[in-house]
C-alpha cells in the first residue's frame, strides 16, 4: 500500500532490506528540505519568524514521539539511532547503578548494539551475562525468562522483535514479571516500533531505544525514552552546550533536568523534523494495521517459498515481515548478488546477530525484511527468481 | 580469457577447493581474513621453512569469488620462496586495482581480470592475498 509515496518505488526494484533501512515517503523528505530551505535555523534561543517554526517543530516532535509510544513528552530522548540509546542506557544509567555480580539477562539473537555494550560493561565493572535459552523455533518465551531469573537478576535487555528471526517477544508479560521482581526492562524497539504499536507504559518498560531511519524517517536520528524517575539518576554520555544549566570559573557547573540534559549540542534538527512527520505518516495509515499487512505477506511468502525445493527457511513461524533464508549449497552472499541481478535488494549476512549462530548451526542467511509499501507482486518476482537459481553461477561468476 | 572457460575455472576451485580444512601441526602460522566489507570469514594457516612457503590451508565460509581466489592462489603460491610469492601477490593486487601487471605471473589468476567491472567484488578476490601478505608483515616482524 501507498507506493506512489515512495519515488525509489518509481524505479524498477524490489526493496526488501527493510530491516536495514526503510524507503522514505515524499511528504518525510519535503518536511526536511522545507527546514533547510525555509527556515534553516537552530534551536533555542532564536527570536526569529524562522527560529520560532523550527522550535515548534523540534519540541513538537517529542509530543509526536511520547503520543506514539504512549510515553511522557519528557521522556523522550532524541538520540543518533538505536545504537546510541542503548549505550546511554548501559553506560549512563547502568554502570552507576550495577555492581560486580548483578546479572543481567540478554538472549543470542539480540543484534550487536544490544550485546557489545553490557559485555563492555562487564569489563568494567564485572556485572555477569547470561544468555536466556531460545526454543526451536529461536524465539523466547515467557517461560525461559522465568526460568533465567535469579535473585541477582537485575536487567532484562532484549529486542521487541529481533532481526534476523523476527520473533515478537510478549513484552506485555515480561514487563510485569519485571515489575514485579524489580528487575529493570531494557527494550530495544529497532524492529519493532516501525512496524506494531508499541506501549512504553502498558508493557511496564524502563528503557525503550529505535531508529528513525527504520520507519520511513531519516537515518542519523533516534529515541530513547527512558521512565521519568530513571531519568534524573541517568548521566549524560556528552556535554557541552543546550544541556547545561550554568558553569563559573569556580568549577561548579549545574545541568538541565529533562531530555535536554542528553542531547548536548546541536541535535540533528532537520532529522527530527523528518522522524516526527514520519511518525505521522505511519499513524495516518494505522500501524496496526501495518503489522497485519505484514504478517499476511510473509504468510504469502512462505507459503510460496515451500514450494521451491532449494531453499531452506529459518523462521517461517514467527510473527513479522522478516524471513531468513537459504539456497541449498550457496553462500548467502552469492545469493544476495544473484538476486541483485533481478533489481531484488535483500540482506545477507550475520546482520549484526553474531552469536545467534550457536543455535541457528548457520553464520549466514539471506534476509527478506517486508514493509507495508512490499506487495505479492514483490514476492512474486523474488520467487520468479529463486524458482531459475539452479542456474546462479551463470550469473555471480 | 573465454568467459565459459573463466566461470568453469572459478567453479570447479570454489565447490573442489584446494587444501581446505584445518590439519593439526604446530608449524603453522595462523591469520584470520574477515572481509571487513562483507561477510567472508576465512582462516589461512600456512606453513614456512627456509623463506619457501610448503604449505597453505585454508578454512571457514566465504563466497564463490573468495573460496575460488584462495584456492587459486594456495595452488600458485606453494613451493615459491617469500620473495616469489611477494612479486605474485603485488601483480594480482595491481591485476585487480586495475593497475599495471605482469599477467605472465599470475596464470590461473588471471581469471579474475574482470572482477573490477563489479567494484563490490574486488575485496572478495583480494582477500587470500591481504591474509597471506599479514602473514608475511608476522613473519617479519618477528
Redesign the interface.
Known amino acids: 500500500m501507498n507506493r506512489e509515496d515512495f519515488l525509489m518505488l518509481n524505479e524498477d526494484i524490489v526493496y526488501l532490506d527493510n530491516g536495514a533501512t526503510t524507503l522514505k515517503p515524499k511528504e518525510v523528505v519535503q518536511s526536511m528540505v522545507d527546514y533547510y530551505t525555509k527556515h534553516t535555523s537552530n534551536i533555542h534561543r532564536g527570536e526569529y519568524d524562522a527560529a520560532i517554526i523550527t522550535n515548534q517543530l523540534y519540541d513538537g516532535a517529542r509530543d509526536v514521539v511520547a503520543k506514539f509510544i504512549n510515553s511522557e513528552s519528557s521522556e523522550v530522548i532524541f538520540t543518533s539511532g538505536s545504537t546510541m540509546s542503548i549505550n546511554m542506557v548501559v553506560f549512563g544509567y547502568m554502570k552507576k547503578h550495577l555492581k560486580r555480580g548483578d546479572e543481567v539477562l540478554l538472549t543470542k539473537s539480540e543484534h550487536a548494539s544490544n550485546i557489545l555494550p553490557w559485555m563492555k560493561l562487564s569489563e568494567d565493572i564485572g556485572i555477569t551475562i547470561k544468555f536466556m535459552e531460545l526454543n526451536e523455533d529461536y524465539e523466547l518465551t515467557v517461560e525461559s525468562v522465568l526460568k533465567s531469573i535469579t535473585e541477582r537478576t537485575k536487567v532484562i535487555s532484549i529486542a521487541q522483535v529481533t532481526n534476523v528471526v523476527g520473533d515478537v517477544r510478549d513484552v506485555d508479560a515480561i514487563g510485569k514479571i519485571c515489575k514485579e521482581k524489580k528487575i529493570l526492562f531494557n527494550v530495544d524497539g529497532a524492529q519493532s516500533v516501525p512496524h506494531m504499536r508499541v506501549d512504553f507504559k502498558k508493557s511496564n518498560m524502563d528503557f525503550l531505544s529505535f531508529s528513525g531511519h527504520k520507519m520511513c524517517g531519516p537515518s542519523g536520528v533516534g529515541v530513547l525514552i527512558v521512565k521519568k524517575e530513571l531519568l534524573d539518576e541517568m548521566e549524560p554520555l556528552c556535554y557541552g552546550g543546550g544541556m547545561n544549566q550554568s558553569f563559573e570559573a569556580d568549577m561548579t557547573y549545574e545541568l538541565k533536568v529533562g531530555p535536554s540534559k542528553f542531547e548536548a549540542g546541536t541535535p540533528p534538527i532537520a532529522e527530527v523534523i523528518g522522524l516526527s512527520k514520519a511518525i505521522q505518516y505511519l499513524e495516518k495509515i494505522g500501524i496496526e494495521k501495518i503489522h497485519e499487512y505484514e504478517v499476511e505477506l510473509k504468510k504469502y511468502l512462505v507459503k510460496e517459498l515451500e514450494k521451491i525445493p532449494n531453499i531452506i527457511l529459518y523462521n517461517k513461524n514467527s510473527n513479522s515481515g522478516i524471513l531468513a533464508f537459504n539456497i541449498d549449497g550457496v ?4 545469493s544476495a ?1 544473484y538476486l541483485n541481478h533481478f533489481n531484488i535488494y535483500v540482506r ?3 546482520h549484526c546477530a553474531k552469536i545467534l549462530k550457536d543455535n541457528m548451526k548457520i ?2 542467511t539471506v534476509r527478506v525484511s517486508m514493509y507495508f509499501y512490499n506487495n505479492k507482486k514483490d514476492i512474486d518476482r523474488l520467487i520468479e527468481a529463486l524458482k531459475k537459481s539452479e542456474d546462479i ?2 550469473i ?2 | 580469457m573465454d568467459s565459459n572457460l573463466r566461470r568453469e575455472i572459478i567453479l570447479d576451485n570454489y565447490q573442489n577447493p584446494m587444501n581446505k580444512g584445518v590439519i593439526e601441526d604446530d608449524g603453522y602460522l595462523k591469520i584470520n581474513s574477515n572481509n571487513e566489507s562483507c561477510i567472508d570469514n576465512l582462516d589461512f594457516f600456512v606453513k614456512i621453512e627456509d623463506g619457501i612457503l610448503k604449505d597453505i590451508r585454508f578454512d571457514g565460509e566465504a563466497c564463490a569469488i573468495s573460496t575460488s581466489a584462495t584456492s587459486i592462489m594456495i595452488r600458485k603460491l606453494i613451493g615459491k620462496n617469500i620473495l616469489e610469492v611477494r612479486k605474485i601477490l603485488k601483480n594480482y593486487n595491481n591485476m585487480i586495482n586495475e593497475l599495471e601487471y605482469d599477467a605472465d605471473l599470475l596464470g590461473e589468476l588471471n581469471v579474475y581480470d574482470e572482477i573490477c567491472k563489479q567494484p563490490n567484488r574486488k575485496n572478495c578476490a583480494l582477500l587470500p592475498s591481504v591474509a597471506i601478505e599479514r602473514i608475511l608483515s608476522k613473519l617479519e616482524n618477528k
Not at chain 1, 553462500?331 to 552469492?334: G, I, R
Open positions: 553462500f548467502a552472499q552469492d548478488i545477507a549476512g550475520n553464520k549466514n553461477f551463470k555471480v561468476i
